[in-house]
């Protein structure tokens, strides 16, 4: 079945570092890809997306690029904020029951940045 | 302001009963999705529904289930043959056009007593 694996956590970083997550996927067909990140006690929030290989999906700094030949979605940002702390979750589309999308989620990196 | 709605934030069970975790949308979205979280793991599937007095199960559906009789509300209910209920339970949803991305409420936690 499809999968996505992402690098394991948790990662400490400093201010104004670059920063990158590591997401790669196993799977049949061309599902999308995304990025999500959660803040503590919270539910996640959609960081950005890519519908076809090649496509970047940015926002807020960070940028992901679907690499087809690779099977990656990498997350990355060049100069990281205190604000930026929270868990990140790589997750790719996938098709389940009379079409409907599903969700297949990495396990999540932790990312703390300190002042 | 349109989102997603989950209730309560907090919830604690005794072993043994059965609990009902509330999730409401008025973004006018198709597909409703509940998702179990558990430390350092990421998300599971545990049921979603693509419209009204429909659902399916997903990953993890033993334990649990769902109704849907109402576009807004998909209510999750842990049962006591869930033996290991404790965790972030996440509710999600989309509209039913391709690619378009899953919107999440913030989450119930469940503990038992």
């Known amino acids: 079945g499809n999968s996505v694996t992402q690098m394991e956590g948790p990662v400490t970083l400093s201010e104004e570092a670059f920063l990158t997550i590591n997401c790669t996927y196993t799977a049949t067909g061309y599902p999308s890809l995304f990025w999500y990140v959660q803040y503590p006690g919270e539910g996640l929030q959609l960081l950005l997306k890519a519908t076809k290989a090649d496509d970047k999906g940015s926002n807020k700094g960070f940028e992901a690029t679907y690499r087809k030949e690779t099977t990656s979605f990498h997350l990355e940002k060049g100069s990281v904020q205190v604000s930026d702390s929270a868990v990140y979750f790589c997750?790719?589309?996938?098709?389940?029951?009379?079409?409907?999308?599903?969700?297949?989620f990495g396990q999540g990196t932790r990312l703390t940045i300190n002042p | 302001d349109g989102g997603i709605t989950q209730s309560p934030k907090y919830l604690f069970r005794k072993e043994g009963q059965n609990v009902t975790l509330s999730c409401e949308q008025n973004?006018?979205?198709?597909?409703m999705y509940w998702y179990r979280q558990d430390p350092g793991q990421g998300l599971r599937l545990i049921y979603y529904s693509q419209i009204v007095n429909d659902f399916q199960k997903g990953d993890i559906a033993e334990g649990y289930s769902v109704s849907r009789e109402k576009k807004e509300s998909f209510p999750l209910t842990v049962t006591s043959a869930q033996k290991n209920p404790t965790a972030f339970y996440l509710c999600?949803?989309?509209?039913?056009?391709?690619?378009?991305?899953?919107?999440f409420g913030d989450g119930t936690r469940l503990s038992i007593l």
């Open positions: 999600a949803s989309k509209l039913a056009v391709s690619n378009q991305p899953q919107h």
């Open positions: 973004l006018n979205h198709d597909a």
């Open positions: 997750a790719l589309s996938d098709k389940g029951v009379q079409g409907a999308q599903k969700l297949v």
